[in-house]
């Protein structure tokens, strides 16, 4: 089949991700084989957005544990989801890809703020949109800029990108071997469980706006693609069974 099974969707890439193995800074390795990967789902007539963390630069909370503020710290973490915003916009269009960094806090020189309905015209022009800066206010995580953008935009589904993890787990796999696999989850169970999956409200929001979640892994290429088609790799989670 060459039908794919969603045409919008928001993609939530962490951090860590874009820094491979390293687990800091930005891999151009890692961040050419998204790009590529991102390429190949809008050649298809996919709309993409995106949605990038900052973990690979600077973590708010953690900053926060160390005595700095917490809303200055998280404001310096949205600047770090800017930089790799940048950097996979840079990736994306060195192959061609044309691309737009959207900004929750405005920075005319660099990105366009953050306008939604411009952010839907670009994806019906074929055009891939990169949110940036979180949605411009502290104690939010990118999870929930993905969740509350994905409600926005009216996107299919949530794609979240994990650095090898494969799906969600009921206990973490690298220290449990006993762990297993979930293959569909709903949100009230990941909420009433603890699974760290998203941020509680993140959770809530895509069960209150009924958008489904695959949390699959990014390192094996090709996995985008795959789940675009449908797929089934990972764990989907939805609103109920």
Known sequence: MNTPKYRRVVLKLSGEA?????????????????????????????????VVGGGNIWRGIQGSSRGIDRATADYMGMLATVMNSLALQDALERMDVPTRVQTSIEMRQIAEPYIRRRAIRHLEKGRVVIFAAGNGNPFFSTDTTAALRAAEIEAEVILMAKNNVDGVYTAD?????????????????????????????????????????????????????????????????????
Not at 18 to 26: E, H, V
Not at 31 to 48: D, N, P, R
Not at 183 to 189: G, S, V
Request: charged share 20%.
């Open 18 to 50: 874009l820094a491979g193995d390293r687990g800091y800074g930005i891999s151009s390795d890692v961040i050419g084989s998204l790009a590529s990967q991102i390429k190949e789902i809008t050649e298809l007539g996919v709309q993409v957005a995106v």
């Open 173 to 241: 796999p690298g220290k449990d071997p006993t762990a297993s696999k979930y293959e569909t989850l709903t949100y009230l169970e990941i909420l009433n469980k603890g699974l760290k999956v998203m941020d509680s409200t993140a959770s809530s929001l895509c069960m209150d706006n009924n958008i489904p979640l695959i949390v699959f892994n990014i390192s094996e290429p090709g996995n985008i693609r795959r789940v675009i088609m449908g797929e089934h790799i990972g764990t989907l989670v939805k609103g109920s069974m």
